[in-house]
């Protein structure tokens, strides 16, 4: 066991943020990112060979600005609430990108 002694000194409260150990606004904004990882991976959209309207389309579904039926709904536009091609699951950018069994396998089709 580690031995602390004690001293009558009033107690400090250290900001551990700053070198300093003083609070500001900045430092704790800083702070809520920490541990937090960042994705810059839409800088290599513009840079691919893709044409524009290809960049653009990623683009917008990078920013999920793509519209679909999540999106129609949190604009109260009428949507559907499912995938038009699978019927299976709400229709978002992820699952038409990533998750969409017949959409992928338009793509495949489309590539092959
Ligand atoms: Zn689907």
Same mark, same amino acid.
């Given at each position: 066991?580690?031995?602390? @002694?004690?001293?009558?000194?009033?107690? *400090?409260?250290?900001? +551990?943020? %700053?070198? $300093? /150990?003083?609070? $500001?606004?900045?430092?704790?904004? %800083?702070?809520? &990112?920490? /541990?937090?990882?960042?994705?810059? $991976?839409?800088? =290599?959209?513009? *840079?691919?060979?893709? #044409? #524009?309207?290809?960049? &653009? &389309?990623?683009?917008?579904?990078?920013?999920?600005?793509?519209?679909?039926? @999540?999106?129609?709904?949190?604009? /109260? =536009?009428?949507?559907?609430?499912?995938?038009?091609?699978?019927?299976?699951? #709400? *229709?978002?950018? +992820?699952?038409?990108? =990533?998750?969409? #069994?017949?959409? +992928?396998? %338009?793509?495949? @089709?489309? =590539?092959?």
């Amino acid at each position: 066991m580690q031995r602390t @002694e004690l001293s009558t000194a009033p107690n *400090k409260l250290i900001w +551990r943020w %700053t070198t $300093s /150990g003083n609070y $500001s606004a900045q430092s704790c904004y %800083t702070a809520t &990112f920490h /541990g937090a990882t960042a994705c810059h $991976s839409w800088k =290599l959209i513009w *840079k691919c060979w893709a #044409p #524009p309207r290809v960049k &653009f &389309f990623h683009w917008l579904a990078n920013q999920d600005r793509c519209w679909t039926a @999540e999106r129609l709904a949190r604009h /109260g =536009l009428q949507h559907h609430p499912r995938c038009l091609l699978c019927d299976q699951q #709400p *229709k978002t950018v +992820r699952h038409i990108m =990533l998750e969409c #069994p017949l959409a +992928r396998q %338009t793509w495949h @089709e489309t =590539l092959a």
